[in-house]
């Protein structure tokens, strides 16, 4: 262009040529000032010098820049607005040194006083100037700022209040800054709702509820009406703190308003999935819908996670046909809350079916799927099946073990009852340095309380004790299980005291108290539910280990009735949902999921439950049914398998039922993992209830609570039973002729 004659470049192509190799980095910028001078000093305007100061203003030539700034005044060629905030910019950006403020002000200053019109300050130069104000936290200049640009005509932006509001939050002094919003409000100059806005961030980020709210209050009283964004911030705060109530009082008070958006739906999600509200997550979702509030992917998330965690499968079910229905592709982190709410179901066959339909999609599971899945085959002891999925992640999908799996496989191989292999996982993950957490630790403690070692189980206990402050509610129940199994009746009292004396925790002292009987009359076990209601709000991982360890200790103490009441509470929270089925066909009790005290608690009730049955002369079934393995992920494999008699809860529960009622029940030769009585026997058990002219008996088994054992009491170790139960095996030959009846099923 400049050997050509006809096409020289102007000022206007010079200045963009200046523009784009400054912003190549200072190695650029001689090449920058060589095409400033190849322009004629006569053609030079406010164009050219504002660009040439912009590209040393950005390489943080601060000094440069302003020595341009006087060249060009001494040149005659006047500033324009643009040219000033440029070198404010660069100046007020200087970190190495920094440049004082007052030096900033006297640009300002400059700009002020010129008596051209195109160098009045502007929204830019106020920005520029609040903002160095607050990085230095300079509150009186901020306020003097904010003055002076409602005296210029100059209104605030979102930005200006942000700076504003920064500068006094760094001084300490935000109370300041209402005062402020309330004068301008009293002289006409009421701020926009991204200013209170910005003051209820700051007081959220240090906690202050009551003063965020007193700006929601303020906002109103001036006349500002709130936003979505408005409520949306104290909705996050008050779930932040536990404040659930509040956040329900605030919604309220939001719709009467303004309408709740999409966004506001999130951070309820967010906030009641993680309070634990898991249901109230999902009516808040028909809510939205009914509202006509379109829900965005994040939303569907939200519900997914919240469902998972909560083992609402039905619910995460409808949720992911929504998202189809609607077009969306559903994500890996929804097929993974799906998959974690049948999970927590037992539903291990659908979980599966899910697990491998998200691969079908396209949705390829992370680390959080595969741990969902396994985690639900840990929960019913199909280790080989938490194997198989570690297996395939780490060769199929090139993803490793995190802490998560090995927490996983550790209880998978604890409900299976392999212990060494339980220990051998806490190992391995140690070596692929991964700290263990409390988890991982009551996941070994678990492993050595079920094998009975008791010095292994102290020393597991005390290096609980050393990493946190206060081992949870589930390690001391393995701990006090242990020593009532091995009578050492005066370790668990001191242990139980301990418990009850612990001033950090209200929930160690309620629970002591509720298995020494202290709590059994109704205010009282008001407490208790408390404490179980604030359990289950953790979710149906921790509920699950919660109630099995709390239900183990209350058995092997004694306490059967208080143990029947805590049961209740968890079938309530809809945990177990297995548990209790009832056909035409088959009466039914699963525990396979269960502790062994746990188990022997649900096995009494579901006695006491056919008791009444049969007592009632209801329609008998074809046979009752205790499942105590789940053999629907190794069908083909086991059914014929005397493996599963040897696991504890196998051996414990055949062992009561044969003692409770005599020869009644037997494992059947299809289905190693269930003990039934046939429709036969229970025609007898029917007939003996029927003979027995009405004895006030209210079932199989005395759910009563007996006086805690004195210490030195041998109540489980004063004899060897043959075998744990193994003595009681029917000869299956007798019962062939028996099952036959059931082929025609």
């Given at each position: 262009m400049q050997r050509q004659s006809w096409c020289r470049p102007d000022e206007h192509i010079h200045a963009i040529v200046i523009g784009v190799l400054g912003r190549q980095g200072p190695a650029l910028l001689d090449k920058c000032l060589e095409v400033f001078h190849d322009l004629p000093s006569e053609s030079r305007t406010a164009l050219s010098y504002t660009s040439l100061i912009a590209a040393y203003a950005r390489n943080a030539l601060h000094e440069e820049a302003r020595e341009l700034l006087d060249q060009m005044k001494a040149s005659g060629v006047a500033p324009t607005a643009a040219t000033y905030n440029t070198v404010l910019a660069a100046c007020a950006r200087a970190t190495d040194p920094p440049v004082p403020f007052d030096m900033l002000l006297g640009l300002f200053a400059e700009m002020r006083h010129d008596p051209s019109p195109s160098v009045r300050p502007d929204l830019t130069t106020y920005n520029t100037l609040l903002a160095a104000a607050a990085v230095r936290a300079l509150s009186d200049q901020s306020e003097m700022l904010l003055r002076t640009?409602?005296?210029?005509?100059?209104?605030?932006?979102?930005?200006?209040?942000?700076?504003?509001?920064?500068?006094?939050?760094?001084?300490?002094?935000?109370?300041r800054v209402a005062e402020l919003f309330a004068e301008m409000a009293a002289t006409g100059h009421t701020p926009d709702p991204s200013a209170y806005l910005g003051l209820m961030e700051a007081h959220t980020r240090v906690g202050a509820t009551a003063e965020a709210v007193a700006v929601l209050r303020q906002m109103q009283a001036d006349g500002c009406p709130p936003t979505a964004a408005t409520y949306r911030v104290l909705l996050d705060l008050y779930g932040r703190q536990g404040r659930f109530d509040g956040v329900r009082e605030l919604f309220r008070e939001m719709r009467t308003t303004v309408p709740p958006d999409t966004a506001t739906y999130n951070v309820l999600f967010r906030v009641f999935g993680d309070g634990g509200f898991f249901k109230e997550v999902v009516e808040l979702f028909q809510d939205m819908l009914h509202s006509e509030v379109e829900p965005d992917i994040d939303t569907?998330?939200?519900?997914?996670?919240?469902?998972?965690?909560?083992?609402?499968?039905?619910?995460?079910?409808?949720?992911?046909?929504?998202?189809?229905?609607?077009?969306?592709?559903?994500?890996?982190?929804?097929?993974?809350?799906?998959?974690?709410?049948?999970?927590?179901?037992?539903?291990?066959?659908?979980?599966?079916?899910?697990?491998?339909?998200?691969?079908?999609?396209?949705?390829?599971?992370?680390?959080?799927?595969?741990?969902?899945?396994?985690?639900?085959?840990?929960?019913?002891?199909?280790?080989?099946?938490?194997?198989?999925?570690?297996?395939?992640?780490?060769?199929?999908?090139?993803?490793q073990k995190d802490k998560d799996s090995f927490d996983?496989?550790?209880?998978?191989?604890?409900?299976?009852?392999?212990?060494?292999?339980?220990?051998?996982?806490?190992?391995?993950?140690?070596?692929?340095?991964?700290?263990?957490?409390?988890?991982?630790?009551?996941?070994v403690l678990n492993a050595y309380c079920i094998a009975g070692v008791i010095d292994e189980s102290k020393e597991q206990f005390e290096e609980l004790q050393s990493m946190v402050t206060v081992p949870s509610i589930i390690a001391y129940c393995m701990m006090l299980s242990l020593y009532a199994r091995n009578d050492r009746w005066t370790d668990a009292y001191d242990l139980l005291e301990e418990m009850k004396t612990n001033h950090a925790s209200s929930t160690h002292q309620v629970i002591a108290s509720m298995i020494k009987g202290e709590y059994d009359d109704d205010s009282n076990w008001q407490m208790v539910e408390y404490v179980l209601d604030n359990s289950n709000l953790e979710g149906c991982d921790y509920s699950l280990r919660f109630f099995n360890a709390l239900?183990?200790?209350?058995?092997?103490?004694?306490?059967?009735?208080?143990?029947?009441?805590?049961?209740?509470?968890?079938?309530?929270?809809?945990?177990?949902?297995?548990?209790?089925?009832?056909?035409?066909?088959?009466?039914?009790?699963?525990?396979?999921?269960?502790s062994?005290?746990?188990?022997?608690?649900?096995?009494?009730?579901?006695?006491?439950?056919?008791?009444?049955?049969?007592?009632?002369?209801?329609?008998?079934?074809?046979?009752?049914?205790?499942?105590?393995?789940?053999?629907?992920?190794?069908?083909?494999?086991?059914?014929?398998?005397?493996?599963?008699?040897?696991?504890?809860?196998?051996?414990?529960?055949?062992?009561?039922?044969?003692?409770?009622?005599?020869?009644?029940?037997?494992?059947?030769?299809?289905?190693?993992?269930?003990?039934?009585?046939?429709?036969?026997?229970?025609?007898?058990?029917?007939?003996?209830?029927?003979?027995?002219?009405?004895?006030?008996?209210?079932?199989?088994?005395?759910?009563?609570?007996?006086?805690?054992?004195?210490?030195g009491s041998k109540l489980y170790t004063r004899e060897s039973q043959a075998d744990n139960g193994s003595a009681h095996l029917t000869d299956e030959t007798l019962v062939e002729e028996k099952e036959s009846e059931l082929l025609a099923l």
């Open positions: 640009m409602l005296e210029a005509g100059v209104l605030p932006d979102t930005a200006s209040y942000r700076h504003i509001v920064d500068a006094f939050a760094g001084a300490g002094n935000l109370s569907c998330e939200n519900v997914m996670v919240a469902c998972g965690r909560g083992g609402l499968h039905e619910d995460a079910r409808e949720v992911l046909d929504y998202i189809t229905t609607e077009g969306m592709v559903p994500t890996a982190k929804a097929y993974t809350g799906l998959v974690e709410a049948l999970g927590h179901a037992a539903m291990y066959e659908e979980a599966y079916v899910a697990f491998n339909m998200m691969t079908e999609i396209g949705s390829l599971p992370t680390i959080e799927t595969y741990n969902a899945l396994a985690n639900a085959f840990a929960k019913g002891g199909l280790f080989q099946e938490a194997e198989a999925i570690f297996s395939r992640m780490t060769n199929n999908a090139a993803i996983a496989l550790i209880e998978a191989y604890c409900q299976g009852a392999q212990l060494d292999d339980a220990v051998k996982a806490y190992m391995e993950m140690r070596k692929s340095r991964f700290n263990p957490d409390e988890r991982s630790l009551e996941g239900l183990d200790v209350l058995w092997w103490f004694g306490q059967k009735g208080r143990a029947a009441r805590v049961l209740d509470q968890a079938l309530k929270y809809g945990l177990f949902p297995e548990l209790f089925r009832d056909t035409k066909l088959v009466w039914s009790a699963d525990v396979h999921r269960m062994v005290g746990g188990s022997l608690v649900a096995v009494s009730v579901w006695l006491n439950k056919l008791y009444d049955r049969l007592k009632g002369d209801e329609d008998l079934p074809q046979l009752a049914s205790v499942v105590v393995f789940s053999l629907i992920a190794r069908r083909g494999q086991m059914e014929k398998s005397t493996v599963t008699r040897g696991l504890p809860i196998a051996k414990v529960v055949y062992s009561f039922l044969n003692d409770t009622l005599s020869s009644s029940f037997h494992y059947p030769k299809w289905n190693k993992g269930r003990i039934i009585c046939l429709k036969s026997q229970l025609k007898k058990l029917q007939a003996a209830i029927d003979s027995s002219n009405g004895a006030a008996i209210s079932g199989f088994v005395p759910m009563t609570n007996s006086h805690l054992p004195s210490p």
